[in-house]
């Protein structure tokens, strides 16, 4: 089936650097995602992409959608203790696809 | 508003018995999808309803796993016959009506199956 390799697996990073993970695919995504997830809860959109080559930010974050259609980015900036968790990219393959493809995760820890 | 809940918040089970996991879906939301996350991988697809019809069951495992939503709101995933290999996070997600709609999780059920 589909699959997202997602990199860094996991990051160490000090309070204030920037961070930068990124997610590729085998097959073409007509939409990239990217969610967080805290311990015991559920994954939290942070930001969606629709249209290759697309770059968007939400506030410190930004991310982009890779012009082939099959790699995005996510960065951060400026990290503060509250970006602590996983990351993970998802994708949707086709216009009528409803299902989500997640990638492995990127667990970023940050020391104070 | 209520987000995604989901019952119970954790379910231990001995191998060969059968389970229930509650999913409650944010009011008016049509679409209702399930994934299932191993320890250490992102959530992978099950089950997706829209409404009270399953629209695409192409990710659950094997026919150990059902799933209903018969009245287009809550819906249960029921696996029969559990095997060590089903403990996992089950996480539900809902969406206003699904295609691009973003899906909100609920925060999971961690089974464990012994």
């Known amino acids: 089936g589909q699959q997202l390799n997602q990199s860094p697996q996991s990051m160490f990073i000090q309070e204030g650097e920037d961070v930068s993970m990124n997610c590729t695919s085998s097959?073409?995504?007509?939409?990239w995602l990217w969610y967080k997830q805290d311990p015991g809860e559920g994954p939290v959109l942070l930001i969606a992409l629709y249209k290759a080559g697309e770059l968007t930010s939400n506030g410190r974050l930004t991310a982009q959608f890779g012009i082939t259609r099959k790699d995005s980015f996510l960065n951060i900036s400026a990290s503060i203790p509250s970006d602590v968790g996983i990351y993970f990219c998802a994708g949707r393959t086709g216009e009528g696809a409803q299902k989500l493809v997640f990638g492995q995760g990127t667990r970023l820890t940050i020391n104070p | 508003g209520a987000g995604v809940s989901q019952t119970p918040s954790n379910k231990v089970t001995e191998k060969g018995k059968y389970v229930e996991l509650r999913c409650d879906p944010i009011?008016?939301?049509?679409?209702l999808y399930w994934y299932r996350q191993s320890l250490g991988q992102g959530p992978e697809f099950l089950i997706y309803?829209?409404?009270?019809?399953?629209?695409?069951d192409s990710g659950l495992p094997n026919d150990r796993f059902f799933a209903v939503r018969p009245e287009g709101s809550v819906s249960t995933l029921k696996i029969q016959r559990t095997e060590r290999g089903d403990s996992a996070v089950y996480l539900c997600?809902?969406?206003?009506?699904?295609?691009?709609?973003?899906?909100?999780f609920g925060p999971g059920t961690r089974l464990t199956v012994l």
């Open positions: 097959s073409i995504f007509n939409t």
């Open positions: 009011s008016g939301h049509t679409a």
């Open positions: 997600a809902s969406s206003r009506t699904g295609g691009k709609d973003t899906q909100y």
């Open positions: 309803f829209q409404g009270t019809g399953a629209a695409d």
